[in-house]
């Protein structure tokens, strides 16, 4: 098991700072999404994750979101690139500081297409211009409305109010996702056999409307029975 660990992380940390060093030497929005779904792809086929989706006949084809997704494990970003392959959705992820500084994550993270929160910043007024940019870009945009990973055994923990403002100030509808499986539990899984193959189900909700006033978490919820 621990020789199985290791030898996923040195690959998984070759596949993220390999993509990550390929997306720094292109601009264009199409590379840039077919280099994060090769790398979404390539490391679920590494841990034999396979993805179920239910309700596809929901998921638009194209056009411009806030997509919204639950938050347990460090393979979301990865599960909703693979979740959005047949889609032209594509746009930059809100990503926490953190993530920038990362020895793991930080040259993907940097160069994949994404929008540094800084929490620490007394000001967002930087951050929302990078958002409006991007939207005006015809992107769209990523973000975890929980704002941090659920460790808890709750299906979702509350969401931070950001989601429903970056919503309304650029007037886009917003495309709830759910990852259904605790993608945590599976990655752990993944790790201890690699022989072991595991589907992940991710439900398609209903697109919501940027001026719909119902509380966010609160139609998400509704969206998804939790």
């Known amino acids: 098991m621990i020789f199985n660990v290791i030898k996923q ?12 060093f390929r997306l ?3 601009d264009d929005p199409i590379e840039k999404k077919r280099l994060r779904l090769a790398y ?10 396979s993805l179920k989706i239910e309700n596809k006949e ?3 084809t194209d056009g411009q979101y ?4 639950n938050h347990r494990s460090i393979i979301d ?12 959705i ?5 990503s926490k500081k953190e993530l920038y500084n990362s020895f793991f994550f930080g040259l993907f993270v940097r160069n994949a297409g994404s929008i540094l929160l800084d929490r620490e910043k007394s000001q967002m007024g930087g951050f929302f211009t990078d958002i409006k940019k991007a939207v005006k870009r015809g992107e769209s945009i990523f973000i975890f409305p929980e704002g941090t990973r659920n460790k808890t055994d709750k299906p979702l923990t509350a969401f931070k109010e950001g989601s429903r403002i970056i919503a309304l100030k650029n007037r886009l509808p917003i495309l709830p996702i759910y990852i259904k499986s605790d993608a945590d539990m599976v990655l752990k899984k993944a790790l201890e056999d690699k022989n072991l193959k595991q ?12 001026k719909d006033k119902t509380n966010l978490e609160e139609s998400y919820r509704k969206t998804f029975s939790l």
């Not at 806030?66 to 997704?69: A, H, K, M, Q, S």
């Not at 594509?90 to 809100?94: A, E, N, Q, T």
């Open 9 to 20: 992380a040195i690959y998984g940390l070759y596949l993220t700072n390999s993509f990550g």
């Open 24 to 26: 720094s030497k292109t």
């Open 40 to 49: 979404s792809q390539a490391q679920l086929d590494t841990l034999n994750i």
């Open 58 to 60: 929901k998921l638009p």
């Open 66 to 69: 806030l997509v919204i997704i």
């Open 77 to 88: 970003p990865p599960i909703t690139e693979v979740a959005l392959k047949d889609t032209q």
């Open 90 to 94: 594509f746009g930059p992820w809100i």
């Open 199 to 210: 589907e992940v189900t991710v439900v398609i909700g209903d697109i919501i409307d940027y």
